[in-house]
C-alpha cells in the first residue's frame, strides 16, 4: 500500500483518510523536518505547504507533492526538480474567497472604513456627512489586475458588477481568461494600463520575475488617487516605496493582505508585519494573510486534496500540475 505523508495535525486529515481508505496509509505530521524525516521518510507521497531541500532528497520513493493552497514558494523547486519523477501539483479552491476578499479590501479603503470605525468608536463624528476624505466611488472607474489566473478571473468576474472597466497584464500577455477584461497586455508592457487606473490589484504568483514588480518607477506610474490592493505575495512589492508613496500622498490608499516578515509560528505575536510602520498610516488597511480563509475553505482544501492524490494513485492526470521551469 502506498504511504501519503500529510503535513498537517489538523482533524481535516480524516477527509484524506476517508477518501484514500483502502488504496493509501495516511501518516499525519507537525510539518517539522524531523517529524518528516522520521514519520515519511519512506512516503510516496506528500500533502503539504512547505518542503525543504533535506526531506526531498532524504524521500527517495517520493513521487507526488500536493499542495493545499495555490502559493508554492515554502517548497524548494530545485530540489525537486533535482529528485527527478516528482510532479508537484496546487490547489485553487479559495479563489472565489480571494476574490471576494481583494474587492473588500479595495471597499475598505476607498469608503475609509477603518478610520470611520475607529472614530466614531471614540465617540467622534469627524467623518460623518461632509468631512474629510469623500469616499472614492468604484462605479465607472478603471481596474487593473496584474495576473489573470483562477483567482484574478474571479476579481473580474465580480467587478463588472460594479460597472468598472477592467484591464489585465499577465507574463505572456495571454489568458484562458482574456475574455472577462476590455484589455490584456504582456507585464512588461503594462506601463500605460498602470497610468489610466484607478485601482491596481496583485493576484500573480511570486516568481524571481515578479519580486519587486511594484517598485518606486511602477508606484510612480500610478494615479494620486489610486489605491493597489495585494492578495499574492508581500515581496512582489518593493515595501519602502510603498510605504514612502503612502506616507506622502503620492497614491490614495493600499490594501494589503499578505507581508514581507510573518511570525515564527503561524498565528504567533509581537511580530510587525514590516520593519516599516505601515500600521500608523491611515491609508492602509492591513490584514494578517487570511484572504483565503472562510467557513468552507479548510475542509475544501483537504477534500481536494484528497480527491487529486486518488486521481494521481489511479494513474489519472492530477489537476493544477505545476510548471516547475516556471514556477506556477
Given at each position: ?37 522520521k ?11 512547505r ?9 527517495s ?9 495555490t502559493g ?6 530545485e ?12 490547489s485553487?479552491?479559495?479563489a ?7 474587492i473588500?479590501?479595495?471597499l ?6 477603518i ?23 468604484i ?26 472597466k477592467?484591464y ?25 494600463l498602470v497610468?489610466?487606473s ?8 511570486l ?15 500610478m ?5 493597489i ?9 518593493n ?47 492591513v ?13 475544501e ?28
Open positions: 500500500m502506498l504511504k501519503v505523508l500529510a503535513s498537517s495535525s489538523h482533524e481535516n486529515v480524516q477527509i484524506l483518510r476517508s477518501l484514500l481508505r483502502g488504496v493509501a496509509e495516511v501518516v499525519p505530521t507537525d510539518g517539522t523536518l524531523e517529524s518528516m524525516l514519520l515519511g521518510r519512506d512516503a510516496d507521497i506528500l500533502a503539504s505547504n518542503v525543504s531541500r533535506e526531506y526531498i532528497e532524504a524521500a520513493r517520493l513521487r507526488m507533492i500536493q499542495t493545499f493552497s508554492i514558494e515554502k517548497i524548494d523547486l530540489a525537486v526538480k533535482s529528485h527527478g519523477g516528482i510532479i508537484l501539483c496546487n485553487h479552491i479559495n472565489a474567497e480571494v476574490a471576494e476578499y481583494a473588500t479590501l479595495l475598505a479603503v476607498a469608503k475609509n472604513i478610520p470611520n470605525d475607529r472614530e466614531l468608536r471614540k465617540g467622534d463624528w469627524v467623518y460623518a456627512f461632509g468631512g474629510p476624505n469623500p469616499n472614492i466611488e462605479r465607472r472607474k478603471t481596474c487593473l489586475i496584474i495576473g489573470l489566473g483562477n483567482i484574478g478571473a474571479e476579481i473580474a468576474r465580480r467587478l463588472r458588477a460594479f460597472d468598472v477592467i489585465a497584464a499577465t507574463r505572456s500577455g495571454d489568458s484562458q481568461h482574456a475574455a472577462l477584461v476590455d484589455r490584456l497586455v504582456r507585464i512588461d508592457k503594462v506601463r500605460p497610468e489610466s484607478d485601482f491596481v490589484i496583485l493576484s500573480l504568483p516568481t524571481p520575475e515578479s519580486e519587486g514588480l511594484v517598485d518606486s518607477t511602477f508606484i510612480s506610474w494615479k494620486p488617487t489610486s489605491i490592493v495585494n492578495i499574492s505575495r508581500g515581496p512582489i512589492i515595501e519602502r516605496a510603498l510605504f514612502d508613496a503612502l506616507k506622502q500622498n503620492r497614491i490614495r490608499g493600499a490594501g494589503l493582505d499578505v507581508w514581507w516578515r510573518y511570525p515564527p509560528k503561524w498565528r504567533g505575536k509581537a511580530t510587525p508585519p514590516s520593519d516599516i510602520p505601515f500600521q500608523d498610516l491611515d491609508n492602509v488597511v490584514s494578517p494573510h487570511r484572504a483565503g480563509y472562510s467557513e468552507n475553505t479548510e475542509r482544501y483537504f477534500q481536494f486534496a484528497g480527491e487529486n492524490i486518488l486521481r494521481f494513485i489511479r494513474g489519472e492526470s492530477p489537476l493544477n500540475i505545476v510548471d516547475l521551469t516556471r514556477g506556477y
